[in-house]
Each structure stands twice: as structure tokens, then as C-alpha cells.
């Protein structure tokens, strides 16, 4: 059974950081395409960040306009798990961000929720004024 565990989150006031991770098990972590997504109450849920594997040893990030410059997701196969260092937050990040995988060498963009197979719970992050 995949499960994906976030944890990290809490409450930060305004420039300061976070590191978000997500633990994975049940899958092989080094065959998985990994994102970060977040919801804010009253919105949908929202692309973060993304790191695809293209060849090798090399992955492909892509990041929302939103945290580009201030946001790094980043991974380690050998411990399975996904971060997200979050820095220079803000207010406007302020969310329940969850860790979502999908299988690596699939079609898409990796940007949108329903090209993913597996979601964590997530974890709550507030950033205060």
C-alpha cells in the first residue's frame, strides 16, 4: 500500500523558512515523479512545485510563478522522501500543502492534480503578518 506522509508544516511569520518533507513507502521512490500542491481555504487546490525524472541521474524542476526564486524541491532516493525548502514566506502562502506522486516516463507536464496517482494528507503551513 503507497502512502505518502508530509510533515514540516507549522507557523512562520512572514520572511521567514520551512522544510516541508514527504516520506514515501510502498512504491520504488526512485521510479516516481514527485509534486508539491496547496490548498487554501475557499480555493482550489494549486500546482507548487515538481520534480521529474528525465534520464539518468538528472530531474527536471518546475516551479509556480508564485514561490519561483523563493521555493527549491528537491529529493533523496535514497531515503525516499521529497522536500520542499520554503523561504522568504508569505502570507499569501499560507496553506494545507500536500506531496502527490506519479509514475516517472508518463505524458503530461507533471503541473496538474489528476496526472498524479498517490496524495499525502498534508501538512498545514501559516505564515503571519
Known amino acids: 500500500q503507497v502512502q505518502l506522509v508530509e510533515s514540516g508544516g507549522g507557523l512562520v511569520q512572514a520572511g521567514g523558512s520551512l522544510r516541508l518533507s514527504c516520506a514515501a513507502s510502498g512504491l520504488t521512490f526512485s521510479s516516481y515523479d514527485m509534486g508539491w500542491f496547496r490548498q487554501s481555504p475557499g480555493k482550489e487546490r494549486e500546482f507548487v512545485a515538481a520534480?521529474?525524472?528525465?534520464?539518468?541521474?538528472?530531474?527536471?524542476?518546475h516551479y509556480a510563478d508564485s514561490v519561483k526564486g523563493r521555493f527549491t524541491i528537491s529529493r533523496d532516493n535514497a531515503k525516499n522522501t521529497v522536500y520542499l525548502q520554503m523561504n522568504s514566506l508569505k502570507p499569501e502562502d499560507t496553506a494545507v500543502y500536500y506531496c502527490?506522486?506519479?509514475?516517472?516516463?508518463?505524458?503530461?507536464?507533471?503541473?496538474?492534480?489528476?496526472?498524479?496517482?498517490?496524495w499525502g494528507q498534508g501538512t498545514q503551513v501559516t505564515v503571519s503578518s
Open positions: 502527490a506522486a506519479r509514475r516517472s516516463g508518463g505524458r503530461g507536464t507533471n503541473l496538474h492534480l489528476y496526472e498524479y496517482d498517490y
Open positions: 520534480i521529474r525524472w528525465i534520464g539518468g541521474s538528472t530531474y527536471y524542476r
